[in-house]
């Protein structure tokens, strides 16, 4: 965990280690609690106002299928897909039981999720669940513009942003090895 970056004239002191550069791609709105030393004041706001929403996943078992992802918009219940993780490798199906992720947008209860399943494809039994509250960027009119200037600014220092969280950029993996490379 990173628990501060701090400018210094060697570069940054990144929890106590010197470093002459550093990828942060963690979450932008950790930067004003985290980095010392060198001013973002003029970004603070900016980066309060960034919006996301969260996803509640929930591990299952569900019938055997041979899908990876199942897409499921539907006004029959509320989750938007299923991520079949027993169909990626064998060590996922327990007792070839197939495990699955079933997503859903913003945070859901128990009694929501259990009533949800019920009308879900593929029988999905409730094993546990998770809500993340940062999981998709919500991109503005400005938020590129914004974001763009917290790169260039600090960026010039050696501090850089990378990722979906850290730019605010909706990534999948493949464009964010992209950027990365």
């Known amino acids: 965990e990173v628990i501060s970056i701090e400018k210094v004239p060697d570069g940054w002191l990144v929890n106590g280690e010197v470093c002459d550069k550093v990828i942060f791609s963690g979450n932008i709105k950790d930067l004003p609690s985290i980095v010392k030393n060198f001013d973002i004041s003029a970004y603070v706001e900016g980066i309060r ?25 539907s006004r029959i219940h509320e989750s938007h897909r299923i991520i079949c993780t027993g169909n990626f490798a064998t ?4 007792n070839g039981v ?19 399943l019920s009308r879900i494809p593929y029988h999905p039994k409730y094993i546990t669940h998770n809500y993340t509250p ?30 979906r969280f850290a730019e605010w950029e909706y990534y ?6 992209g950027a990365a490379l």
């Open 98 to 116: 197939m495990s699955a992720t079933v997503e859903f947008t913003g945070e859901m209860d128990k009694r929501n999720i259990l009533d949800n």
């Open 172 to 177: 999948n993996m493949d464009v964010a090895m």
């Open 134 to 163: 940062y999981t998709y960027p919500i991109q503005t009119i400005g938020t590129r513009e914004f974001i763009s200037s917290v790169k260039r600014s600090i960026g010039s220092e050696g501090l850089y942003l990378l990722g």
């Open 49 to 73: 106002a960034l919006e996301a929403h969260g996803t509640t996943t929930v591990l299952c078992e569900v019938d055997d299928n041979p899908y990876s992802w199942i897409y499921m918009p």
């Open 91 to 94: 060590s996922n199906r327990a």
